[in-house]
């Protein structure tokens, strides 16, 4: 119940007297105290749960804040309502930290390997799937305040398929970025509460983002990947863009099509996917000609 119940409460118990309606006057009287009651009832569940799922939360993170208003506006999507504050400037900050972060401790744990290397590291330990697993490993979405039903159907389909994909599907699953954007602002939340402190904010980060991707668990994306078998094996690729008419990337090598790919939320997705289907059926179609891969 909104505080802008109490005048109009007033002002009807007014028009009731005033009327001469004691019939329905004793009635409201009777019934509105309840109502009062039950808005200040209702108020102080609300601030006990919120405290509840901060406490949660500083548990799974392993920090507790000097100011909690920080871990709940990072918790707090734009759909919430008209007047919140978001974590729209948490995240801005959880993302540029978190780069930092990732570089900082790859430069120094991998001397030898060059830039070529270093950025596509970064870039899969930092990417939106990433942190959106971290996000459902620390199951942040129970806690997340937004005004839309859909982004839970949303989630609840990424999780639906990550047992498919262990550690990463590299462009072939749709990852809400509302669940990396979470874990953003909550490295973000932390690092303006510390004082800036990039030691303590590591600290949070390692804990999200278990296992960290190591040069040895890196793929190559499904597009290179293609290509570059292909040229190996001097096989052309003719990939069909039809995205605008059905959400579908058709990818044919030496003139036959080996793989079909859909989604029509992501166009880069679609064409991970055919590009996937085809690079296993040419791995495949090489295996058994015994050719040297």
């Not at 974590?87 to 991998?110: A, C, P, Q, W």
């Not at 001397?111 to 959106?132: C, H, I, Q, Y």
């Not at 989604?263 to 085809?278: G, M």
């Amino acid at each position: 119940m909104e505080s802008w119940l109490r005048p109009f409460l007033a002002q009807t118990l007014n028009w009731v007297s005033t009327q001469n309606l004691h019939k329905y006057g004793a009635v409201l009287n009777r019934f509105l105290p309840g109502i009062l009651e039950n808005e200040e009832a209702t108020k102080r569940a609300l601030q006990d749960d919120k405290s509840q799922n901060v406490e949660e939360v500083q548990k799974i993170i392993g920090y507790d804040f000097n100011d909690r208003n920080l871990l709940r506006q990072a918790f707090t999507h734009t759909s919430y309502h008209k007047d919140c504050i978001s974590y729209e400037r948490l995240e801005y900050v959880g993302d540029s930290v978190l780069n930092f972060m990732i570089t900082k401790e790859h430069f120094f744990k991998y001397p030898n390997l060059p830039p070529g290397l270093l950025s596509p590291l970064r870039a899969a330990n930092v990417d939106t799937e990433k942190l959106a697993r971290a996000a459902v490993k620390h199951s942040f979405h129970k806690y997340l305040q937004h005004g839309k039903p859909i982004l839970m159907r949303r989630i609840q389909s990424f999780i639906n398929v990550l047992p498919e994909y262990p550690l990463h599907s590299h462009g072939l699953i749709d990852a809400p970025k509302v669940l990396a954007d979470v874990v953003e602002s909550t490295i973000g939340a932390v690092f303006i509460d510390s004082n800036s402190s990039i030691d303590t904010t590591w600290e949070v980060a390692k804990i999200l983002l278990e296992p960290i991707i190591t040069p040895e668990m890196l793929e190559t994306n499904p597009v290179k990947k293609l290509y570059e078998t292909c040229q190996k094996h001097k096989l052309k690729v003719r990939v069909v863009d039809m995205w605008s008419h059905d959400g579908s990337f058709e990818v044919f090598v030496d003139n036959q099509m080996r793989g079909k790919g859909m989604c029509h939320v992501k166009k880069e997705i679609a064409l991970n996917r055919a590009a996937n289907k085809a690079y296993n059926e040419v791995i495949g179609m090489l295996s058994v000609g015994n050719m040297n891969i």
